[in-house]
């Protein structure tokens, strides 16, 4: 029995170190990253303190200006679909977060909500903005209403788009790579040991128009999360998901008016956060998609845009239409 059990145990030993070596990806070339993802509309804006964030700053130059924020573990990439559609009548700018895309990590390690706002803040500076529509998905739409109540006289309307910040659902099922972000140990691990499969598996269960998760999209996710610093930013990152909270008592002292998406079948952020918001935020209107998941911008990209584009053509109050 003991003889059997020690071979048992070395079996699995054997398993779990082929596993790890068939998962191991080592980080990408940034050279190699640039030349595939960024295009002519691409400008690595410095902050300052040796930070460059990847900007595309696109569309129509006189039009109202419209900032997309991406979710985690994505890139700016997420809203190609609506810049294809809103580019003739809007100025359309979205960056790569920090730790995301080929931004890459924050020089300290800073992966607070100030630090995002204020990553973001220094870009539209930059960019000589000064007023906006501001829309974010998942993470990026909690980046966008912290920054919302950080700088309101800047946010001209707001867009949540399956956002960041309802409490959890303790029985939600969470895709495959989120559950591995959060696992201790595991998570180091997957600095270095970071299969394909699991990027493909995880956008596969994030969304549910599954027509969008094409190899070039696999691809993008797994090189750009292998841009030296992006695992280790995400390890850290996800530490500081509890932080969520800290703000939501003040989510009523938004007073620009606000959109929030969001698809019915999320299984990242579940669909009770629409209404979750629209209790929180005087006069929020909400959206919820049928058959669509966690990212409405790709499953539903000619509906969405649509509800954008209408919502932001709105005349505000106190505004000369």
Known sequence: MARMAKWLGLGLLVALLAGLALGYAHDTDPAAMKAKYADAASRFVDVGDGLAVHVRDEGRRDGPVLVLLHGSNASL???????????????????????HGMTGPQPHDDYSAAAFVSTLDAVVSRLGITRFALAGNSMGGYVAWEYALAHPAKVS???????????????????LGFRLARMPGINRLAEVITPRSVFEKSLRQTVSNQAVVTPAVVDRYWELNRYPGNRRATRLRMGLWAERGRDVPRLGELKMPVLILWGAEDKLIPA???????????????????????????EVADRSAADVDAFLSLPIAGKPA
């Not at 929020?284 to 049928?290: E, F, N, S, T």
């Open 272 to 298: 009770s956060g629409a209404p979750w918001f629209a209790a929180r935020i005087p006069g929020a209107r909400a959206i919820v998609y049928p058959g669509v998941g966690h990212l409405p911008m790709e």
């Open 77 to 99: 990439h997420t809203w190609d679909p609506w810049v294809a559609r809103l580019a003739t009548k809007y100025r359309i700018v979205r960056i790569d977060q920090i730790g």
């Open 157 to 175: 309307q707001l867009v949540l788009v399956d956002a960041g910040g309802p409490p959890d659902d303790p029985h939600k099922s969470l895709p």
